[in-house]
Protein backbone atom coordinates (compact mmCIF):
# COMPACT_ATOMS: atom_id res chain seq x y z
CA UNK A 1 0.00 0.00 0.00
CA UNK A 2 3.08 2.57 0.62
CA UNK A 3 3.36 2.88 -3.60
CA UNK A 4 -0.68 4.15 -4.13
CA UNK A 5 -0.03 6.28 -0.89
CA UNK A 6 3.37 7.83 -2.56
CA UNK A 7 1.75 8.52 -6.08
CA UNK A 8 -1.01 10.06 -4.33
CA UNK A 9 0.92 12.53 -2.26
CA UNK A 10 2.97 13.51 -5.39
CA UNK A 11 -0.22 14.39 -6.94
CA UNK A 12 -2.06 16.06 -4.21
CA UNK A 13 0.04 17.86 -2.23
CA UNK A 14 1.56 19.91 -5.00
CA UNK A 15 -2.40 20.82 -5.65
CA UNK A 16 -2.83 21.68 -2.46
CA UNK A 17 -0.07 23.73 -1.77
CA UNK A 18 -0.99 25.60 -5.28
CA UNK A 19 -4.70 26.48 -3.53
CA UNK A 20 -2.87 27.47 0.12
CA UNK A 21 -0.93 30.19 -1.88
CA UNK A 22 -3.60 31.38 -3.78
CA UNK A 23 -5.49 31.67 -0.84
CA UNK A 24 -8.74 33.89 -1.17
CA UNK A 25 -11.83 32.49 -2.80
CA UNK A 26 -10.14 29.70 -4.51
CA UNK A 27 -9.15 28.07 -1.20
CA UNK A 28 -12.56 28.84 -0.04
CA UNK A 29 -14.00 26.99 -2.31
CA UNK A 30 -11.75 23.99 -2.87
CA UNK A 31 -11.86 23.61 1.18
CA UNK A 32 -16.04 23.78 0.80
CA UNK A 33 -15.85 21.14 -1.42
CA UNK A 34 -13.71 18.85 0.33
CA UNK A 35 -15.95 19.06 3.55
CA UNK A 36 -18.63 18.47 0.86
CA UNK A 37 -16.82 15.31 -0.15
CA UNK A 38 -16.17 13.95 3.18
CA UNK A 39 -19.53 14.23 4.10
CA UNK A 40 -20.84 12.79 1.21
CA UNK A 41 -18.75 9.90 2.81
CA UNK A 42 -19.24 10.02 6.15
CA UNK A 43 -22.82 9.40 5.27
CA UNK A 44 -22.37 6.83 2.82
CA UNK A 45 -20.68 4.97 5.59
CA UNK A 46 -23.25 5.08 7.92
CA UNK A 47 -26.04 4.30 5.54
CA UNK A 48 -23.91 1.40 4.63
CA UNK A 49 -23.66 0.08 7.71
CA UNK A 50 -27.24 0.50 8.53
CA UNK A 51 -27.01 3.63 10.67
CA UNK A 52 -29.82 6.11 10.05
CA UNK A 53 -28.87 9.65 8.38
CA UNK A 54 -30.12 12.19 6.13
CA UNK A 55 -27.29 11.70 3.43
CA UNK A 56 -27.73 14.61 0.94
CA UNK A 57 -29.06 16.95 3.69
CA UNK A 58 -26.05 16.30 5.59
CA UNK A 59 -24.17 16.59 2.48
CA UNK A 60 -25.34 19.90 1.47
CA UNK A 61 -25.93 21.31 4.79
CA UNK A 62 -22.43 20.20 5.91
CA UNK A 63 -20.86 22.15 2.38
CA UNK A 64 -22.83 25.12 3.43
CA UNK A 65 -21.84 25.14 6.91
CA UNK A 66 -18.30 24.89 6.21
CA UNK A 67 -18.23 27.71 2.93
CA UNK A 68 -20.10 30.03 5.82
CA UNK A 69 -18.04 29.47 8.82
CA UNK A 70 -14.85 30.02 6.22
CA UNK A 71 -16.56 33.49 5.43
CA UNK A 72 -17.44 34.60 8.54
CA UNK A 73 -15.72 37.37 9.67
CA UNK A 74 -15.05 38.97 6.52
CA UNK A 75 -17.66 39.19 4.13
CA UNK A 76 -20.62 37.73 6.00
CA UNK A 77 -20.50 37.67 9.46
CA UNK A 78 -23.40 36.02 11.80
CA UNK A 79 -23.58 33.29 8.86
CA UNK A 80 -22.49 30.41 10.14
CA UNK A 81 -25.34 30.86 12.68
CA UNK A 82 -27.86 31.25 10.36
CA UNK A 83 -26.96 28.11 8.32
CA UNK A 84 -26.82 25.76 11.09
CA UNK A 85 -30.14 27.42 12.51
CA UNK A 86 -31.35 26.29 8.77
CA UNK A 87 -29.94 22.97 8.94
CA UNK A 88 -31.41 22.06 12.70
CA UNK A 89 -34.67 22.86 11.54
CA UNK A 90 -34.54 20.93 7.63
CA UNK A 91 -33.56 17.76 10.12
CA UNK A 92 -35.91 17.76 12.82
CA UNK A 93 -39.09 19.07 10.03
CA UNK A 94 -37.94 16.27 7.88
CA UNK A 95 -38.15 13.51 10.12
CA UNK A 96 -41.49 15.06 11.32
CA UNK A 97 -42.47 14.64 8.02
CA UNK A 98 -41.86 11.00 7.72
CA UNK A 99 -43.86 7.63 7.98
CA UNK A 100 -41.28 6.93 10.29
CA UNK A 101 -39.99 9.13 12.50
CA UNK A 102 -36.01 8.83 14.01
CA UNK A 103 -34.21 11.14 15.85
CA UNK A 104 -31.09 9.57 15.92
CA UNK A 105 -31.32 10.24 11.64
CA UNK A 106 -31.75 14.00 12.48
CA UNK A 107 -28.95 14.00 15.05
CA UNK A 108 -26.55 12.04 12.85
CA UNK A 109 -27.32 14.81 10.37
CA UNK A 110 -26.40 17.65 12.27
CA UNK A 111 -23.62 15.88 13.91
CA UNK A 112 -21.91 15.58 10.55
CA UNK A 113 -22.48 18.72 9.61
CA UNK A 114 -20.95 20.31 12.58
CA UNK A 115 -18.23 17.31 12.96
CA UNK A 116 -16.97 17.62 9.56
CA UNK A 117 -18.10 21.37 8.49
CA UNK A 118 -17.83 23.62 10.90
CA UNK A 119 -14.26 21.89 11.46
CA UNK A 120 -12.76 22.03 7.76
CA UNK A 121 -14.53 25.92 7.82
CA UNK A 122 -11.83 27.26 10.00
CA UNK A 123 -9.15 26.38 7.61
CA UNK A 124 -10.22 29.42 5.08
CA UNK A 125 -10.20 31.38 8.19
CA UNK A 126 -6.49 30.48 9.12
CA UNK A 127 -5.37 31.15 5.41
CA UNK A 128 -7.12 34.62 5.86
CA UNK A 129 -5.37 35.73 9.10
CA UNK A 130 -2.17 37.77 9.02
CA UNK A 131 1.01 35.62 7.63
CA UNK A 132 -2.07 33.20 6.78
CA UNK A 133 0.08 31.57 4.16
CA UNK A 134 2.45 30.49 6.61
CA UNK A 135 0.16 29.65 9.37
CA UNK A 136 -1.12 27.29 6.92
CA UNK A 137 1.82 25.26 5.38
CA UNK A 138 2.21 25.16 9.35
CA UNK A 139 -0.49 23.11 10.51
CA UNK A 140 -0.36 20.78 7.15
CA UNK A 141 3.18 20.24 7.52
CA UNK A 142 2.72 19.72 10.94
CA UNK A 143 -0.29 16.83 10.74
CA UNK A 144 1.59 15.28 7.37
CA UNK A 145 4.63 14.79 9.86
CA UNK A 146 2.55 13.23 13.03
CA UNK A 147 0.31 10.82 11.02
CA UNK A 148 3.77 9.70 9.30
CA UNK A 149 5.64 9.56 12.63
CA UNK A 150 2.76 7.76 14.51
CA UNK A 151 2.14 5.48 11.44
CA UNK A 152 6.22 4.16 11.37
CA UNK A 153 6.64 4.19 14.96
CA UNK A 154 4.00 2.58 15.60
CA UNK A 155 4.19 -0.05 13.25
CA UNK A 156 8.06 -0.54 14.32
CA UNK A 157 7.45 -0.22 18.19
CA UNK A 158 3.73 -0.08 18.87
CA UNK A 159 2.90 -3.06 21.96
CA UNK A 160 0.67 -1.04 24.11
CA UNK A 161 -2.83 -0.39 22.28
CA UNK A 162 -4.14 3.00 22.83
CA UNK A 163 -8.03 2.24 21.93
CA UNK A 164 -8.39 -1.03 20.59
CA UNK A 165 -11.98 -1.51 20.16
CA UNK A 166 -12.27 2.21 18.13
CA UNK A 167 -8.94 1.93 15.80
CA UNK A 168 -7.06 -1.41 16.88
CA UNK A 169 -4.00 -0.45 15.31
CA UNK A 170 -2.95 2.77 17.14
CA UNK A 171 -1.00 2.47 19.71
CA UNK A 172 0.64 4.63 22.73
CA UNK A 173 4.43 4.37 21.52
CA UNK A 174 3.14 5.41 17.73
CA UNK A 175 0.40 8.24 19.51
CA UNK A 176 4.25 9.53 21.26
CA UNK A 177 5.92 9.08 17.86
CA UNK A 178 3.25 11.52 16.61
CA UNK A 179 3.59 14.13 19.46
CA UNK A 180 7.49 13.77 18.57
CA UNK A 181 6.96 14.32 14.78
CA UNK A 182 4.69 17.40 15.99
CA UNK A 183 7.19 19.15 17.75
CA UNK A 184 9.85 18.21 15.12
CA UNK A 185 7.97 19.54 12.62
CA UNK A 186 6.67 23.21 14.23
CA UNK A 187 10.53 23.67 15.59
CA UNK A 188 12.32 23.11 12.27
CA UNK A 189 10.00 25.33 10.54
CA UNK A 190 10.55 27.88 13.47
CA UNK A 191 14.18 26.95 13.00
CA UNK A 192 13.91 27.63 9.21
CA UNK A 193 11.40 30.52 8.08
CA UNK A 194 9.00 31.77 11.06
CA UNK A 195 11.47 32.32 14.14
CA UNK A 196 10.13 36.32 13.92
CA UNK A 197 6.80 35.50 14.04
CA UNK A 198 6.46 32.15 15.29
CA UNK A 199 6.93 32.81 19.41
CA UNK A 200 8.78 29.64 21.59
CA UNK A 201 5.10 29.35 23.76
CA UNK A 202 3.05 29.68 20.15
CA UNK A 203 5.40 26.91 18.82
CA UNK A 204 4.87 24.81 21.88
CA UNK A 205 1.20 25.64 22.30
CA UNK A 206 1.07 24.44 18.19
CA UNK A 207 2.81 21.28 18.31
CA UNK A 208 1.01 20.18 21.50
CA UNK A 209 -2.16 20.58 19.78
CA UNK A 210 -1.32 18.87 16.66
CA UNK A 211 0.20 16.11 18.84
CA UNK A 212 -2.60 15.48 20.72
CA UNK A 213 -5.87 16.85 19.30
CA UNK A 214 -5.34 16.25 16.44
CA UNK A 215 -4.70 12.52 16.62
CA UNK A 216 -7.56 12.55 19.19
CA UNK A 217 -9.31 13.76 15.84
CA UNK A 218 -8.28 11.09 14.06
CA UNK A 219 -9.68 8.78 16.51
CA UNK A 220 -12.94 10.48 16.76
CA UNK A 221 -13.28 10.16 12.87
CA UNK A 222 -12.32 6.17 13.55
CA UNK A 223 -15.29 6.08 15.99
CA UNK A 224 -17.53 6.95 13.20
CA UNK A 225 -16.25 4.09 11.20
CA UNK A 226 -16.28 1.95 13.56
CA UNK A 227 -19.74 2.52 14.41
CA UNK A 228 -20.71 1.79 10.74
CA UNK A 229 -18.50 -1.15 10.60
CA UNK A 230 -16.01 0.19 7.94
CA UNK A 231 -12.27 0.89 7.78
CA UNK A 232 -11.80 3.33 5.08
CA UNK A 233 -14.48 5.95 4.06
CA UNK A 234 -13.79 5.21 0.44
CA UNK A 235 -10.87 4.73 -2.22
CA UNK A 236 -10.95 8.30 -3.73
CA UNK A 237 -7.59 8.31 -2.57
CA UNK A 238 -5.63 5.67 -3.47
CA UNK A 239 -3.28 4.46 -0.76
CA UNK A 240 -5.07 6.74 1.59
CA UNK A 241 -9.25 5.79 1.82
CA UNK A 242 -11.41 8.86 1.77
CA UNK A 243 -11.01 12.59 2.34
CA UNK A 244 -12.86 11.79 5.28
CA UNK A 245 -10.11 9.97 6.64
CA UNK A 246 -7.26 12.67 5.02
CA UNK A 247 -8.88 15.29 7.11
CA UNK A 248 -9.59 13.85 10.39
CA UNK A 249 -6.82 15.32 11.81
CA UNK A 250 -8.18 19.02 10.91
CA UNK A 251 -11.79 18.34 12.55
CA UNK A 252 -11.13 18.48 15.66
CA UNK A 253 -7.82 20.69 15.27
CA UNK A 254 -8.77 23.66 13.03
CA UNK A 255 -10.98 25.31 15.09
CA UNK A 256 -8.52 25.20 17.83
CA UNK A 257 -5.41 26.05 16.12
CA UNK A 258 -7.68 28.97 14.48
CA UNK A 259 -8.13 30.30 17.56
CA UNK A 260 -4.92 29.53 19.33
CA UNK A 261 -3.31 32.00 16.69
CA UNK A 262 -6.34 34.66 17.02
CA UNK A 263 -5.91 34.64 20.70
CA UNK A 264 -2.26 34.25 21.21
CA UNK A 265 -0.47 34.21 18.01
CA UNK A 266 -1.57 36.32 15.17
CA UNK A 267 0.75 39.49 14.17
Known sequence: MLLPRVLTALVGIPALLYFMHLGGLAYWALITVIAGLALHEYAA?????????????????????????????TRMPGLPALVLTALTAAAVLREVFRKEHSLDRAALTVFGALFVGWGLGHLPLVRGLEKGELWTYLIFAAVWTCDSAAYFVGRGLGKHKLAEVISPKKTWEGAAGGLAGAFAAVFIARGLFLREVLSLPLA????????????????AQSLVKRAAGAK???????????????????????????????FFGSR
Not at 53 to 71: D, E, F, I, K, T
Not at 235 to 259: E, I, K, N, T, V
Open 45 to 73: VLWLGGRGVQRWLSVLGGAALAGAVGLDG
Open 204 to 219: VGTALLVGTLGQVSDL
Open 232 to 262: DSSSLLPGHGGLFDRMDSFLLLAPAYYYLLV
